[in-house]
């Protein structure tokens, strides 16, 4: 069964380093996301991605997020200059019918 | 605006017995809904959805969910709660524009004892 695949599950950072967080999605799917869940709240949408463009973002999705497809496989988040409330698990999804979630990147910034 | 309201942080059952998670919700147009589970250490799992086509939905696992417009509910159910069962539940409605972005509420942790 096809899966969205996230690396690396687990990433450390010192506040201020650039941070790129990679999601292979499902490879017929044309919708892409990212949510993002701080440990002991909810999960919160970041972002949709949807023919080579940013279709919606929310609040917390500011100028020091990225979003990109470099090639047709991967779709990454890059973090300009991570702070240390940027700490959380990040999901990367896609969808054709419904929202397959990737198995999460843990982001620690110290 | 659309926005779910899990109304119960913790649930704990016993093994063989139902489980009942509930879930509220509130939307502006007939909404799409859905029950997400997450295993420890692992991703969001889809365990049904809603989208108007029947009311009562059945998903994986033997799970099941009934859209109740009166109540503005959709309640997950089991009748008989199994060890594996043990994780977070998260109550999910779907945006209403295109690209259907999901809003999730607080989550529900079931605990299943022997």
């Known amino acids: 069964e096809p899966e969205v695949t996230q690396t690396p599950s687990h990433q450390v950072t010192q506040m201020g380093q650039e941070v790129i967080l990679r999601c292979v999605p499902i490879s017929n799917h044309l919708y892409f996301y990212w949510y993002r869940q701080i440990l002991g709240q909810k999960v919160e949408f970041l972002v949709s991605?949807?023919?080579?463009?940013?279709?919606?973002k929310s609040e917390i999705f500011d100028d020091q997020f990225s979003v990109e497809r470099p090639d047709g496989s991967n779709f990454t988040l890059k973090i300009r200059s991570t702070k240390l409330e940027d700490s959380a698990m990040y999901f990367c999804?896609?969808?054709?019918?419904?929202?397959?979630f990737g198995p999460g990147t843990r982001l620690t910034v110290t | 605006a659309q926005s779910v309201t899990q109304l119960d942080s913790h649930v704990s059952v016993s093994e063989g017995t139902p489980v009942l998670l509930r879930c509220n919700y509130s939307?502006?147009?007939?909404?799409?809904l859905f029950w997400y589970v997450q295993h420890p250490n692992k991703g969001l799992q889809l365990l049904l959805k809603?989208?108007?086509?029947?009311?009562l939905v059945k998903g994986i696992n033997g799970f099941e969910a009934e859209f109740k417009k009166s109540e503005t509910s959709f309640h997950l159910t089991k009748p008989s709660a199994h060890m594996s069962d043990a994780a977070e539940y998260f109550c999910?409605?779907?945006?209403?524009?295109?690209?259907?972005?999901?809003?999730f509420g607080t989550g529900t942790r079931l605990l299943v004892s022997p």
């Open positions: 999804a896609s969808r054709d019918r419904e929202q397959y």
């Open positions: 999910v409605v779907s945006s209403y524009t295109g690209f259907q972005k999901l809003v």
């Open positions: 939307s502006s147009y007939s909404p799409s």
């Open positions: 991605f949807y023919n080579n463009e940013i279709s919606e």
């Open positions: 809603y989208t108007s086509a029947a009311t």
